[in-house]
């Protein structure tokens, strides 16, 4: 069983930039894709990014494209979410999330199978 905890939100000017991160336990870190997700006040939980389980591969939501980054140390368990230039509409909970099942990327929620708590970010105007 894999368990995640997600730590670096707080509270950042508009413009300003954070740097999330997850640590995972349980079974081989490299075995499967990560994902990073957000969840504002009175949203559904919405795709942010994904890196494969080697992580040679990144998908990005147009929204974040450009100003997010998406890595991994497999060496560490952790993948981080750089967050730069962020806007007001950042605003959210974010979630780390595994997909246990594959090594692949996937932007869709359903597919992922353990998930952190979550992480608040605020960005003031």
């Known amino acids: 069983q894999v368990q995640l905890v997600e730590s670096g939100g707080g509270l950042v000017q508009a413009g300003g930039s954070l740097r999330l991160s997850c640590g995972a336990s349980g079974r081989s870190f490299s075995s499967y894709a990560m994902g990073w997700f957000r969840q504002a006040p009175g949203k559904e939980r919405e795709f942010v990014a994904t890196i494969s389980g080697s992580g040679g591969s990144t998908y990005y939501a147009d929204s974040v494209k450009g100003r997010f980054t998406i890595s991994r140390d497999n060496a560490k368990n952790t993948v981080y979410l750089q967050m730069n230039s962020l806007k007001p509409e950042d605003t959210a909970v974010y979630y780390c999330?595994?997909?246990?099942?594959?090594?692949?990327?996937?932007?869709?929620?359903?597919?992922?199978?353990?998930w952190g708590q979550g992480t608040q970010v605020t960005v003031s105007p």
């Open positions: 999330a595994a997909r246990g099942s594959s090594w692949w990327t996937s932007k869709l929620i359903h597919e992922y199978t353990n």
